[in-house]
């Protein structure tokens, strides 16, 4: 199978690019830049490219014909789309009709599209979100996110394009990016506390989170590209288990043998007080189950991180 994936040299993208490759399929990158901490994918092919430019798009010249798009490019910041909205609206909204455009004109047959559970409503008394919950985004990066589902609904429908819209919940593991300090909570803490004995939380330590490793978001990813069960069906991708706050920063202290002191600030705009995922339509579709408990994967992350050092 040929698949192209945006943003491929990103956290997300480099570890569903290695995937792919690991199982044998041709694999394309486009994307903005090379990124030093993800994960390198030598038999990938990489062409650089602005999705927030048609013209740049126009200019790729493909040797083979690409079954399946994984769309993984975007702003992917709440708190960065109030600096910023302009920017956010760029990246998530018009770079998604680009590539939509851009599929419809090589004719690929399924077009995959990395979203957020951020899209939905927070509702404190229903806190287990389904599939079909309401969607009432509280940020611009969460509008942004839900604009781009429905363009590419409209558009693949109208094309004969199979879609499915994936809504991630907290993603944390290899390849994340350490430097970034506004994306990615577990990064964030762990990153602090590797650092310094020193955490700040913005917000509540009553928050909770659905933390789901970067291999088990891999493996749904994969098993949706390949099933003939998924056509046309969004699907959220976490562990079904709420994690709050403060047993997060237990376990982190944990991990590291060191008394972490904690200050609790100001709140980002757009943030949940808590939410997790009902995962039965993901089970049921294609038999997905994740593996890697929050103790695991904070090791594993743990690891590598100190390998990258």
């Known amino acids: 199978m040929n698949i192209l994936i945006t943003g491929g040299n990103g956290f997300l993208g480099s570890n569903i690019a290695k995937r792919f490759l690991d199982k ?134 109208r094309n004969n394009i199979s879609w499915n819209i994936l809504r991630m919940f907290n993603i944390y593991g290899k390849g994340q990016d350490p430097t970034n300090k506004s994306l990615g909570m577990i990064n964030i803490f762990l990153t602090m506390a590797l650092n310094t004995n020193f955490i700040e939380v913005k917000g509540s330590l009553d928050r909770f989170r659905d933390f789901i490793y970067i291999d088990d978001v891999v493996s749904a990813w994969y098993k949706i590209v390949l099933s003939n069960k998924t056509k046309n069906k969004t699907y959220n991708i976490g562990t079904g288990k709420m994690t709050s706050i403060k047993k997060l920063l237990n376990l982190i202290s944990g991990l590291l043998s060191k008394k972490i002191t904690i200050k609790e600030s100001k709140g980002t705009p757009g943030d949940f007080m808590g939410c997790y995922a009902n995962i039965n339509k993901l089970k049921r579709d294609v038999g997905f189950t994740p593996k890697v408990d929050l103790k695991k994967g904070l090791k594993l992350f743990y690891n590598w991180s100190k390998e990258i050092k």
């Open 24 to 157: 044998g399929n041709s694999v394309t990158i486009l994307d903005i830049k090379q990124n030093k901490f993800s994960l390198k994918n030598n038999q990938a092919k990489f062409i650089k490219c602005d999705l927030t430019k048609m013209q740049s798009l126009n200019k790729i010249r493909l040797k083979n014909k690409i079954d399946v798009i994984l769309h993984c490019a975007g702003q992917p910041s709440a708190a960065l789309s109030f600096k910023d909205p302009e920017k956010d609206l760029k990246l998530n909204i018009l770079a998604t009709l680009n590539i939509l455009r851009w599929a419809e004109k090589i004719k690929i047959k399924k077009f995959v599209f990395a979203s957020t559970f951020n899209v939905y409503e927070e509702n404190n008394s229903a806190v287990k979100i389904k599939e079909n919950s309401l969607c009432k985004p509280k940020s611009l990066y969460a509008a942004s996110k839900l604009s781009a589902e429905h363009y590419i609904k409209c558009i693949c429908e």
